[in-house]
């Protein structure tokens, strides 16, 4: 079993900056892809970022040019830097790693979320 613990998340102004972590325990054969996910009250969970295991990344048109979605292949950890932060950013931001399987499947874990705040 896989477990994600994200940290980072807190109460900011607009404008602000906030850095997201998501680390990973647990026995990992191979990443296929890294995804952060966001879930506003009363809207569906929304990817925001993604990062493939060969670094490229792709993010939502909302997010472009202010957040950038990194990891650390050494520790399988993911990190989501978010700057000038909008009221509209204000969600619960989800990890989720699509990883690969010794016997040639997939499975997806996610972590418990964390609440990120923006304030105007």
């Known amino acids: 079993q896989v477990q994600l613990v994200e940290s980072g998340g807190g109460l900011v102004q607009a404008g602000g900056s906030l850095r997201l972590s998501c680390a990973a325990s647990g026995s990992i054969f191979s990443i296929n892809a890294m995804n952060w996910y966001r879930q506003a009250p009363g809207k569906q969970r929304e990817l925001v970022a993604a990062?493939?295991?060969?670094?490229?990344?792709n993010y939502a048109d909302s997010v472009k040019g202010r957040f950038t979605i990194s990891r650390d292949n050494a520790n399988n950890t993911m990190y989501l830097q978010m700057n000038s932060l909008k009221p509209e950013d204000t969600a619960v931001y989800y990890c989720n790693y699509d990883l690969g399987t010794w016997y040639g499947s997939k499975v997806s874990y996610w972590g418990q979320g964390t609440q990120v705040t923006v304030s105007s």
């Open positions: 990062i493939t295991s060969g670094g490229n990344t």
